[in-house]
């Protein structure tokens, strides 16, 4: 059992309005943060994320509820903890490693000692060389890397982050998301957990181990959820966007849906891609010899690897390729279908469809069991929305029609918006 | 380019109860003064001759120089204190704004009587009393606008620093060095500028004054320029001028300019100013070697006292000793109350005695002085709003004309009554015009300052979209410019009607060439209450003046301050 280093129950905040009423900004927050754990707060705009924030950190009282630290209520305990701020709030009239240094003296460190610290946490945040500097002259990166290194000198068990990279702008924000992560996953900074507030989406599944996401008026937890792809994330990889997207749904949708929502297979993601275009990819690389570094593929169609990413991950899906250091390599049954005649490959890719393609399963079984075999796109649609935004619900069901039409499994009526099926099994003209 | 910080902090604009509690508290303070010193019988000493010889001046300025420097340290100690414990609690706030309101809208001089013979009723027969009483006059004129803006300083600031404090843990006393001082810093110097100034204006006054056939006078520079007025001697009366303007401009450029340009440092916004503050003197110090070693001896100095403050905080004990301060205070408060009531209840007496007649003339004579200051408002934003504007907007026009500005403005008003007094007696308007003219002295200038600030500080963009667009004349005035100064102006126009009130007891009540003038008015009236010592007539005026002027505040001036600070912000 990993060790609860910040733990709080049922914590309310509200504040009195005029007229006797109250304003309840945060209600029933349970949330407990392991030791090792890097948890992401998330929430829309005027949440009362970062009044939660403040509450864990003993800055601001709770109006009802408690907060144990290890254990101990924090009322008892004066846990080391240490802030980053959105605002960076450094004494503009202190040199950096005289802000960096600040808090050390009031936990009884001789100058030395902590002047030796401050510059250590300096050096790690890639400050050295800018001891002497005041904040005035630093850029906005440079500036959070001192409020950064001002609360990791502490030394804290927990190091809480409001906000940190909003004010930056977005390069400098990604640059420092990355060192800060890389810093996080070396151990290299001096601290148990981190509680990271944030309106960012994607700022959350790139850094944290686990997502809290907050509702609105009042803030209550919606969903407690891991984030368990490897460090270093790369945003542009399916399994990244996927959480994105569900993090996007679960802070959409009304709180009601979400344990349903939670409950639910990770649902396949289809790759952007016509059937032509993968046809005509597996036929070009298997008379190339079906094996190809990607770049060169990308070079001989004149487009970007970006752009072919889809047409090959389709490939793979299928069955009909796969990647392996950096070639795309034709498979024994992507063979078969190219060297198929066009009914040939239709019943190729209608067997694979059906066994590999789960959107496309899905749709075969509900057109089969209605009485009429038709039904609204807009009813794949609702089920689509509960993994994926709106727009890439849009996009899937237009994928899936693609290449169900391909395979002839199904038929779309474009006029009424309908899927329907064209030969119902068992049923003769 | 000159930049006056906001330092009005925005209460509300009702009377609350707090605030009449506040009126009897201040009419209390002040009859206990008037009280005690009343009953006082004291002994005739010679007053100290002043002697008009210009060998004297030398002395003569540096008794004045001393008195302003220790009158001013303790205004500083005092803000700090102030604004310290009124930010504690939101129960201290709630007593001591207001009141800092209150205060500020008394004039000075009533608080002479009092001062003055509470003083040599402690040190009777000895100039120690009538110089303490000096100090705590001038005093008095210079404190409560620094307590406002060490105030508000720490009222205003972002929420983040002082989470840095508690997350951080820093001390008290790191805390106050590390980010109050600083942060309150630039405020500070701007008020204390106009403070000391302040000090200059009110010299005369505190130097020299008659009381009850008592003539209290003290060698210095404001006793020498009043003695050569009594005398009508003008020779006289230009050098203790002509010192008075050149200690002023010394000090300016050695103390003055090397603080502001200091401050720089602590300017709160990140971004590298545009307009650097420049001081030679400072550049010297900062060149020199022994200037180095005493900052250093002072910062390890500094240092020693954290840690030793960080040592106290951390122990145990310290939180019995904070118990102890409370009670303590409960205790002082509670006194304080009770001689409270007791005075009050000695004011009423003082009350009953006044005649029907004399109430009359209060009233009547609030209105003269009401609109006196009106007028002299008006006129001196009719000058300085357009000149203002003009400079402003012209950064050529500005490098001359700006410290000409200055210069002119930094010679105290009061000095140079005494010439313009000559000069209006030959034009033969009575004092009753001529007073407004004396107002105007000695206020127009927070207009001026604050109306440049403020054109300066018109954006860029606004001023080529309005050139882009054709804007002249009316328009440009009516779309750009009034609404751009808009809350400069309202600055300035709140610390000119607070010092045209207190100018009117200097201006409607003079003595020039061994003559009285007087012109009716709330001010003269507590002059001459003042000098014939009818405290009960002196307190009544004195109250009403701080109803007026505190009324006008609140239904007026700062009702178009937060309109100002809502909707005409430019930032």
């Known amino acids: ?163 940190p990279f909003s004010a930056l702008d977005v390069l400098t924000a990604d640059n420092l998301r990355s060192e800060v992560i890389d810093l996080w996953i070396q151990k290299k900074m001096p601290i148990k957990s981190v509680i990271f507030v944030t309106h960012n989406i994607e700022e959350a599944v790139f850094m944290s181990g686990r997502a809290i996401v907050l509702s609105h008026n009042p803030a209550r937890v919606k969903a ?55 046809a005509g990819l597996i036929e070009m690389v298997h008379d190339k010899g079906g094996r190809i570094d990607v770049s060169t593929l990308a070079s001989e169609l004149s487009m970007e690897v970006d752009d072919i990413f889809p047409l090959m991950e389709a490939a793979v899906f299928l069955g009909f390729g796969e990647i392996k250091e950096g070639d795309f390599i034709i498979t024994d049954k992507g063979a078969v279908f190219s060297e198929a005649d066009t009914l040939q490959k239709k019943e190729i890719f209608r067997d694979t469809a059906l066994s590999n393609i789960q959107l496309i399963k899905q749709i075969m079984q509900v057109l089969s069991s209605t009485v009429k075999h038709r039904m609204s796109e807009d009813f794949f649609i609702d089920i689509l929305e509960n993994h994926f935004t709106t727009d890439e619900a849009w996009n899937q069901l237009e994928t899936a029609i693609d290449w169900g039409r391909y395979a002839e499994l199904f038929a779309y009526d474009y006029d009424s918006g309908e899927l329907y099926l064209e030969q119902p099994a068992g049923q003769q003209q | 380019m000159l930049k006056i910080p906001f330092s009005i902090p925005v209460i509300s604009f009702r009377f609350r109860a707090i605030d009449i509690a506040i009126l009897l508290f201040i009419i209390g ?185 008592r003539d209290f006078r003290l060698p210095g520079l404001g006793s020498y320029i009043q003695t050569a007025a009594n005398n009508g001697d003008m020779p006289h009366i230009l050098y203790g001028i002509g010192t008075m303007v050149a200690v002023i401009i010394l000090l300016d450029f050695m103390v003055w300019r090397p603080v502001v340009a200091w401050s720089q440092k602590f300017r709160f916004d990140t971004v590298q100013a545009e307009d650097e503050k420049e001081s030679l003197v400072l550049d010297m110090m900062r060149k020199s070697r022994f200037v180095k070693h005493i900052g250093d001896f002072l910062s390890r100095r500094l240092k020693d006292i954290e840690t030793l403050y960080q040592r106290i905080e951390n122990r145990p004990e310290y939180k019995t000793i904070a118990v102890v301060r409370k009670g303590m205070t409960i205790i002082f408060g509670i006194v304080a ?176 060439g061994g003559e009285v003038m007087k012109t009716r008015g709330l001010g003269s009236l507590i002059s001459e209450s003042t000098v014939s010592g009818n405290f009960g007539l002196l307190l009544l005026s004195t109250v009403v003046m701080a109803i007026v002027v505190v009324s006008i505040n609140r239904l007026l001036w700062k009702r178009l301050f937060a309109l100002a600070q809502e909707k005409y912000r430019l930032d």
């Not at chain 1, 997207?245 to 649902?267: Q, V």
């Not at chain 2, 809208?105 to 009723?121: E, H, K, Y």
């Not at chain 2, 406002?148 to 620093?161: A, D, G, H, Q, R």
Request: hydrophobic share 50%; glycine share 8%.
């Open chain 1, 1 to 163: 059992m990993p060790h609860v280093v910040l733990e709080t129950r049922n914590l309310k905040k509200s504040f009195p309005m005029s007229g006797g009423k109250e304003i309840v900004v945060l209600e029933d927050i349970n949330i407990k943060v392991m030791e090792g754990e890097f948890v992401s707060i998330l929430g829309p705009s005027g949440a009362g994320k970062s009044t939660l924030l403040r509450i864990m950190a003993g800055l601001a009282m709770p109006s009802a509820g408690d907060i144990f630290y290890n254990g101990m209520p924090l009322k008892s305990v004066k846990p080391k903890i240490g802030m980053v701020f959105q605002s960076f709030a450094l004494f503009p009239w202190l040199s950096v490693v005289e802000n960096a240094e600040l808090g050390l003296k009031s936990y009884g460190l001789s100058d030395e000692e902590a002047r030796e610290r401050a510059v250590k946490m300096l050096d790690i945040v890639g400050l050295d060389g800018f001891e002497d500097a005041y904040p005035r002259e630093l850029s906005g990166g440079m500036r959070q890397r001192v409020g950064i290194a001002r609360a990791l000198a502490l030394e804290p068990e927990v190091l809480f982050m409001d906000e």
């Open chain 1, 224 to 278: 407690d959820m891991s984030i368990d792809i490897p460090y270093p994330r790369n945003k542009s990889t399916r399994e990244f966007q996927y959480i994105v997207d569900r993090i996007y749904t679960i802070l959409t949708k009304p709180s009601e849906e979400i344990p349903f929502l939670l409950k639910l297979e990770r649902y396949q993601f289809l790759p952007h891609a016509k059937v032509g275009a993968i």
């Open chain 2, 29 to 213: 303070v002040l009859s206990l003064i008037v009280f005690v010193a009343s009953g006082w019988r004291y002994e005739m000493q010679p007053a100290v001759e002043i002697n008009l010889d210009p060998s004297n001046i030398p002395l003569y300025t540096a008794n004045s120089v001393v008195r302003i420097v220790i009158a001013y340290a303790l205004s500083l100690m005092f803000s700090v204190w102030y604004g310290y414990t009124a930010n504690r609690s939101k129960i201290h706030e709630k007593i001591m704004i207001p009141l800092l309101d209150v205060l500020q809208s008394i004039p000075v001089l009533s608080f002479l009587p009092g001062v003055v013979l509470a003083m040599v009723a402690v040190f009777p027969g000895r100039r120690i009393g009538v110089e303490l009483a000096s100090i705590i006059l001038i005093f008095t004129g210079q404190v409560w606008n620094m307590a406002f803006s060490y105030y508000n300083s720490i009222n205003t600031m972002p929420k983040e620093l002082t989470e840095v404090a508690k997350v951080f843990r820093l001390s008290r006393f790191t805390r106050f060095l590390r980010l109050d001082m600083p942060f309150s810093a630039i405020g500070l110097v701007w008020n204390s500028m106009m403070s000391v100034a302040g000090g200059w204006f009110f010299l005369m006054a505190c130097e020299m004054f008659v009381m009850k056939d």
């Open chain 2, 337 to 512: 109350l009770s001689v409270m009531s007791w005075a009050l209840i000695k004011a009423m007496k003082l009350f009953l005695d006044i005649s029907t007649a004399e109430h009359l003339t209060v009233i009547t004579s609030a209105f003269t002085s009401l609109l006196r200051t009106s007028v002299a408002i008006i006129i001196a934003a009719l000058w300085t709003v357009p000149l203002g504007v003009y400079i402003g907007l012209n950064p050529k026009a500005s490098k001359i004309l700006q410290p000409v500005v200055q210069v002119i403005a930094s010679v105290p008003a009061t000095a140079v009554f005494p010439v313009v007094l000559l000069f209006l007696i030959k034009l033969g308007g009575g004092l009753a015009i001529g007073s407004v003219f004396l107002m105007l002295l000695g206020t127009q200038w927070y207009i001026l300052f604050n109306v440049i600030a403020g054109a300066s500080a018109i954006p860029q963009d606004l001023r080529e979209t309005a050139t882009l667009y054709g804007l002249k004349g009316i328009r440009k005035w009516k779309v750009l410019i009034l609404p751009g100064i808009f809350p400069y102006l309202i600055t300035g126009m709140i610390t000119a009607t607070g010092g045209a009130w207190n100018a009117s007891i200097v201006s409607e009540y003079v003595t020039f």
